[in-house]
């Protein structure tokens, strides 16, 4: 079972909607979690984190947390051809904050005009 | 402010060989991490550094190696290059300290083996 995963896609969503994009961990005492946007060819660029139990909310985007059920999603409402790219989430499995990142292999989103 | 910067940008080197990347952290930040991306997957843990210590290491072999140097910079040496090298190479700098401190990326060194 890899420790963090995460569905390829693509999902395409049209532009304007609402693109709910999902993460599930392993690793039970995993303490923050982070979301990446990707662009081809580019380096990650970090999004949010998350460390508690519920929503947080930044902009457009929504992270969404549950430990119980050790899953994390990202929502984009209102999305834009400019969301078009690879999110990653990234699980640090540590108690040390700045410990080592686990990472999904991604999900391709396509957002169409 | 400066990012995070990597050297080179691009790098071939044959099978055998040796690299070396260099990575400058973000102001402020005093920890580097590197990671390995293969095309289509998520960055693989390599090491952190930390105080000029390796701190955490991922499932990478010993071919592996890096440095961190008094000001924060770091370098990742790779010996004996194998086909499977091929890659992008991701330095990611952060704060130690109290609470989430996120990683911050730089833009890459893609590394082609021939």
């Known amino acids: 079972q890899k420790e963090v995963e995460q569905n390829s896609g693509p999902l395409s969503v049209p532009e304007g909607a609402i693109a709910s994009l999902n993460c599930t961990y392993s690793d039970r005492g995993s303490q923050s979690f982070f979301w990446y946007r990707q662009y081809s060819g580019k380096s990650p660029e970090l999004i949010m984190f998350i460390y508690s139990n519920g929503d947080k909310e930044d902009g457009r985007f929504t992270a969404q947390l549950n430990k119980a059920s050790q899953y994390v999603s990202l929502l984009i409402r209102d999305s834009q051809p400019s969301d078009s790219a690879t999110y990653l989430c990234?699980?640090?499995?540590?108690?040390?904050?700045?410990?080592?990142?686990?990472f999904g292999q991604g999900t391709t989103l396509q957002v169409k005009p | 402010d400066a990012g995070v910067t990597q050297s080179p940008t691009h790098l071939i080197k044959t099978r055998g060989q040796q690299v070396t990347l260099r990575c400058s952290p973000k102001?402020?930040?005093?920890?580097v991490s590197w990671y390995q991306q293969a095309l289509g997957q998520g960055p693989q843990f390599i090491f952190q550094y930390y105080e000029e210590e390796e701190r955490q290491r991922g499932n990478f072999p010993d071919r592996f190696s890096g440095h961190q140097f008094p000001n924060y910079s770091s370098e990742l040496n790779v010996n004996a290059l194998l086909l499977g090298d091929s890659a992008l190479y991701l330095c990611a700098s952060s704060v130690r300290g109290q609470g989430i401190q996120p990683q911050h990326f730089g833009d890459g060194t893609r590394l082609s083996i021939l």
């Open positions: 102001s402020g930040h005093d920890t």
């Open positions: 990234a699980v640090n499995p540590d108690t040390s904050n700045t410990g080592k990142l686990i």
